[in-house]
């Protein structure tokens, strides 16, 4: 049987070999970035997928305070619930997604920082976050980042919050980073870490679904100003969206959806911030 | 690999049997008392919650747990391990081709990429990939990073793969080719390389294993895999522990069931090349060095006294050949390729799959799996 | 080439190194302990360890390294307090070494088992009729001379190691090399592929040497029959 098969034989088993991983290649990239057709009205947005009470996607819906927002915003420029496209937004690819394209907002606990305002434009801001410390119920001694000497924290791979801690307020701190907030509340619940720290509205939303065993210390010792990531110098973009952000203020929705999405964990926005006053990005820079 | 296979001791005798009974029991007394301590500390650690609780384990394993996050995962899992696999397929082929062409400069290129990707670790190609990408302005950065990442490491094992098959044929098959008219090139294109495609076939999907499990590093560049989802489902009901526990599962499930896939298929494949067809892609470990394939056919020919693993290397090395010319014939010449009529001059032609049959050997599958594949 | 030496000046990219290969080192005595026990417990007589080890090797071959790192320190540590010390560095430092050794024995189990295969079943003859035990026999004729056999597919896994090593970053180890080039990437965008280059050759230089060791190795140490 080996001596029957042909050179050609051989070569055609080659050829339908290239063919077909071709073809698999080809349909299953396809699948990969086949994004939603553009054409007819549409609005983009960025959003966190994976941090419950902020942006989390469930059950193909999606909930949490920058959702809320967004949708607000859609609404007031025009779109239906139906004509939103979300799109997840990760932390490192938001000044990317913005400059190609692939989103008309981003709304993912995105800080205005002088540095971002380089590669886009923000709209906003629509929340004045903090940085501040998740403890466990039970805890009474820590009750801001001073008390952390000795003690260990918890935070994300590659954020700088935990750096800030330990700069500005506690050398001795001991540092554990995970890849993401759900490990870090596991550690605190399992007594291996005795603090998590990173934006309250973050906390917030982890703590509402812990059961009761989680708390917030509410002691802010920073200010994060989250803005509406949009393209580059797009002022009149920035205007309208301004404007449905006060709106959401004014007509109550804001304070709505902060407390629905954080009820439970006695989390306010730091009140002497907010609510803000949406006025970035108006004028060209 | 029961006890009758091994000659490392005696057929116990009265007193041996009772040894080893009590051995037994002491043994499996230790392991359970090891499983009571896991699930004790589990069910009541020193402080923190009862990780056996089903108010845990209810939202790790309910429906919306499946169709929201595992399935879903799983999806973009299988996904990039199958685009990676036929990705690093063509690389592997392009690759693998290019180290054996008469061209002295293909061949140098081809090596320096191979020998590189080879030692790179995947997570620093992904973590590169991942940002480059993302800069460049692709969508889906993260999809591509990781399979990418996979391609580029996977692929260059399965151009050493495609190598040291070639290397492998017996020489006849070149010599004939050659005497029949057909270029060097033309040989290695229409003869040799399609031979040696169907001998890594087996290998190849031990490889899917290697890229299913390592599309696991996918979720440190914010890949959304089933590690991935599960982390997010952990991170609503705070039972992190409970969904990688069913994650790893899967994992498990699907890597064991490819590995069982992957053992049975060299003896599918065997009647249809000159190879050798090995489950384990052993890549040459002299970098110049193509001849392992050879080596590994000649290890797995011998006896498995101790009832071991298939060995992958044989107990006598000829030096690594790296520097010579004709590796491919200095290993029939010594008597080592088994396959080559030289070294059975009984057998005129490697013994086909009924061969193999009639003598009753079947030591690589049973003689029905032979014979389907004739 | 001012910008390339900052990166030097201001990243400790050796350090990082360095600890990849305490990473790998220590990762490589436990596994290869382990290995060896794993290895007789697959050739010895009570069946309860066979079934252990063959499950064990099973279980380990099968399962991302990945998971297996966020298990040591949310399952190991977090659960069943296992811990290497009050200092986290040091500690999750050792619980990634864990992970390795434990995810690497079950590779230097199977390297073992093909090495035992090359041993002639002479030998083993030879010691039952010298009178020897299993354990006496296993220990002082059948496995030094496996070790010899099986210095090729060792290397090899000496390689995966000290590659899998990067996956500490997923035990909270952050002064390896996968987190610190993420992290230079992170600020110095720029220089990405420079950044990418450094490492990646760093790697190169690594491995090229053990494999070529490897060959060198296994031709001088294989028993000649």
Redesign the interface.
Known sequence: MHNQSTGRGRAGLLRRLVALVAVMACALSMGACGSSSSDGHVIKIGIKFDQPGVGYKKSGTYEGFDVDVARYIAHKLGYRDDEIVWKEAPSKQREAMLQNGDVDMILASYSITDERKKAVSFAGPYLVAGQDLLVRSDNTDITGPQDLNGKRLCSVTGSTSANTVKQKFANEVQLMEQPSYAECATALFSGIVDAVTTDDIILAGLAANARGKLKLVGAPFTQERYGVGIRKGDTEFAKQINQAIRDMIDDGSWQRAIEDNTSGTGYTPNAQYNPPDPTEGEEDD | ?N?ST?????Q?GPR?RRR?RM??AV??LL?VALAVF?IL??HN?????N?LSWELWKPALDR?AW??FYLPGLWMTV?AA??AV??S??FG?VFGIGRLVPNMLVRAVSAVIV??F???????LM??F???F??A?L?????WAVVGGLVLYNGSVIAELVRSGVGNLPHGQREA?LALG?SPM?SL???E???A?IAMLPATITQL?VVL?????G??I?Y?DL??ES??L?????N??QT?VV??II??VL??LL?RLAERMPALMK????GNTVTEP?AP???M?AT?ANQIAD?QE????????????????H??N?TTDHWQHAHYSHGHDRNHPVSHPQHP??K?PIDRRETGKGSDGSPDDSAGA? | MEAFLDLFREYDIPGAFWVNIQLTFWGAVISLLLGVILVMMRICPVSSLRGFATAYVEFFKNMPLTIIMVFMVLGMFGQLKLSFSDDFDINFFWLAVTGLALYTASFVCESLRSGINTVPMGQAEACRALGLSFWQSASQVILPQAFRGSVAPMGNTLIALIKNSTVAAAASVTTETSSVMSDMIEFHASQILQIFFIFALGYVILIIPIGLLTTYLSNRLAVRR
């Open positions: 690999m006890e091994s000659v490392l001791f005696d116990p041996g080893i051995f037994n043994a499996s392991l896991v500390r589990l650690p020193p402080d923190g919650e990780q919306e169709t929201d996904k199958v685009v036929v990705g397929i063509v082929i020998e590189f080879r030692a790179v670790p995947e997570l620093l973590v590169f991942w940002r480059w993302a800069f302005g969508s889906s950065p993260s999809y080719a057909l033309q294109m229409t003869v390389v399609p031979q495609l294993v499990k390592d599309t696991a590093l979720s440190i914010m959304t590690l991935q982390r997010r952990g991170a609503m009901y705070f992190i522990l990688l994650a790893g994992y498990f890597d064991w590995s009647g249809r090349t000159y052993t470990i002299a970098i060095d392992n290890a011998g006896e498995r006294p101790y009832g071991g693993a298939d060995r992958q290397f044989p107990d006598h090395y030096g690594s790296a032609f490697p086909l004739v």
